[in-house]
């Protein structure tokens, strides 16, 4: 007989003791049937991981060191040793806790994981922050003191501007003084001038009288000599003078400006808590049965999108231009139309309440403020698919290449680009490049969590965008149909999923495990939001109706 064929035969479930055995669940180290897996994930409280018998991990156990042909299969509590079952009921260990090395292996697994997942999601990604600030710091070191530089020639400028206004000023002060000066000595040249004509005159006279004898003319002169005795004003004009100031450089110093001393300082690095000592919404367990409790007719041909404004109001769009805000009474209270006028790629709504959407068409992120749209961002060489508004106030974006090759996920701040995930650490796509949808949101422990409906899997990242698991469909599923669609999470990190042609919801914690369905009588159930409450809201596709369902 062939061995496969015999192995086959020989592995059967733990359980039921009859069927095959499908499954294996590493918690409890148990191997399952397609039947009893169901009955297995029901006990709650106990964190199972159910994985497919081929992908189950071997235990190996540790020789005993006192008895070489025995395994260790218990622990030893108080010895705090792995110990074998002649070591247990020895005298050595009489008394002790003993317990099960797989219990023991399984609390440690778990506190391993929890240590690699605080890691990765929270203490790693605050590294890699701080080194990308200080690269930041550094790459701006050039530009921000080359600012100062410039500060410190537009001063010098300013004031050799106002030197030479000065003593420009003072030369033409002196010009006007000497201008004025040499008037003054002008005019005192032409009244001595005059009297002295007058004089050269007189002695020409008194000459003339004294060669001819002539008796009239010497009777009749009249003496002019005390006239002249008399000098003309002397004019004296003092010469201005110039007392250079001193120059005081501390003076100079201080009008020029004074540039602030370089400060350093060590800080010490912030604590971070651990994820237990970060306070966590009070745990809200999931409903035995979810409970439909209103319906929204949209009046949509198809309906795609569905985003919570509040607990009674949610923003809608589908195969037309405008996007829609309706009440739980089915009553339209805003319509707007996009830019466009091109149907909407997806909506969201942000922090502050304002609405979001994608234009595949014109390649834009747009925001509506006030019923105004502000367009955000424009990308070249990729079409913007879906968004989500992060914790944050981010945006998250995905988006396909102009070729339809290439598939990602983008983080803006704004209109600038933060973070790009593409690619897994061995340069593989973490996405499927395909035109299918790839909702996505992020949950509450910041993971990033995309619906990559060509891969039929969800696909999860951390904040840094590696990869910590992808979903794809119950364990017992092997029909390979998860179709996900719309994608929300909620305040206990559950991530949901709409299964569109199995008209149902998945629910699975934050590490990817399957929880359970909702299904409400859905019908093609495609876009997925939650209120402040924890409410569901789902779009129906073709019904274009939007239910809201009480799930926890």
């Known amino acids: 007989m062939d061995p496969f ?8 479930c733990d359980l039921c003791k009859t069927a095959h055995l499908q499954s294996h ?44 042909d025995e395994l260790c299969k218990h622990y030893c509590e108080k010895c705090d040793i792995p110990v074998c079952s002649t070591c247990v009921s020895s005298s050595k260990h009489k008394g002790h806790d003993i317990s099960d090395i797989l219990e023991k292996l399984s609390a440690n697994t778990e506190s391993l994981q929890k240590d690699l997942d605080e890691l ?25 003191y080359g600012k100062l530089t410039t500060i410190a020639d537009q001063q010098g400028e300013l004031l050799h501007r106002e030197i030479t206004a000065i003593v420009n000023q003072q030369k033409s002060n002196i010009q006007e003084m000497k201008i004025k000066h040499l008037s003054t000595l002008n005019k005192n040249t032409e009244e001595i001038t005059q009297k002295m004509a007058e004089l050269k005159q007189i002695m020409s006279d008194l000459k003339s009288i004294l060669k001819s004898n002539d008796v009239s003319l010497t009777s ?51 604590t971070i808590k651990s994820a237990e000592a970060v306070s966590s919404p009070p745990v809200k367990p999931l409903l035995d049965e979810p409970r439909f409790t209103a319906a929204i007719d949209t009046r949509y041909t198809e309906l795609y999108s569905v985003s919570c404004l509040s607990e009674d109001q949610v923003w809608t769009c589908g195969t037309n231009k405008t996007m829609k805000l309706f009440n739980l009474q089915s009553k339209l209270l805003t319509s707007i139309k996009t830019k466009s006028e091109d149907e909407p790629g997806d909506i969201a709504v942000t922090r502050d309440g304002d609405l979001v959407y994608t234009d595949y068409r014109d390649k834009t992120v747009n925001l509506i403020k006030n019923k105004q749209i502000q ?25 396909i290449s102009d070729d339809d090759k290439q598939y990602k996920v983008v983080r803006y701040s704004g209109s600038t680009e933060k973070q790009s995930i593409q690619f897994d650490d061995q340069g593989r796509p973490l996405y499927s490049s395909d035109t299918f949808p790839k909702y996505l949101s992020e949950n509450k422990n910041l993971d990033i969590c995309v619906a990559d409906n060509g891969a039929r899997a969800v696909v999860v990242v951390n904040q840094s965008g590696k990869l910590r698991f992808r979903y794809t ?26 299964d569109i042609h199995k008209h149902r919801i998945h629910i699975l914690d934050q ?42």
């Not at 364990?475 to 949901?496: A, M």
């Not at 369905?517 to 093609?524: G, P, S």
């Open 220 to 270: 009749s002169y009249k003496s002019r000599n005390s006239e002249f005795r008399t000098l003309p004003t002397k004019v004296r004009v003092k010469l201005p003078s110039f007392t250079p100031q001193k120059i005081n450089k501390d003076q100079l110093n201080e009008m020029f400006g004074s540039l602030s001393p370089l400060s350093i300082n060590t800080e010490h690095g912030d």
């Open 25 to 68: 669940c590493e918690r409890c180290d148990i191997n399952l049937c397609q039947t009893c897996v169901g009955k297995h994930l029901s006990d709650s409280s106990i964190r199972h991981k159910v994985v497919l018998y081929k992908y189950r991990k071997s235990l190996n156990y540790s020789t005993c060191p006192h008895h070489a």
């Open 473 to 498: 469909g119950h364990p017992s599923n092997t029909e390979q149909s998860f179709n996900p669609r719309g994608l929300t999470t909620d305040s206990q990190s559950h991530i949901l999923t709409a």
């Open 5 to 12: 064929r015999r192995a086959q035969i020989i592995l059967l």
């Open 375 to 399: 367009t955000v961002i424009t990308l070249q060489g990729w079409y913007p698919l879906y968004v989500c508004s992060t914790a944050s106030d981010d945006l998250l974006v995905t988006m």
């Open 120 to 144: 990765e999601t929270r203490i790693y990604p605050r590294y890699e922050e701080m080194a990308s600030g200080v690269q930041t710091e550094k790459a701006e070191l050039e530009t921000n």
């Open 511 to 552: 590490d990817g495990q399957f929880l359970r369905y909702i299904h409400c009588h859905l019908e093609r159930p495609v876009g997925l939001c939650v209120d402040i409450r924890d409410n569901l809201f789902v779009a129906e596709r073709f019904t274009a109706k939007v239910k809201k369902i009480q799930y926890l």
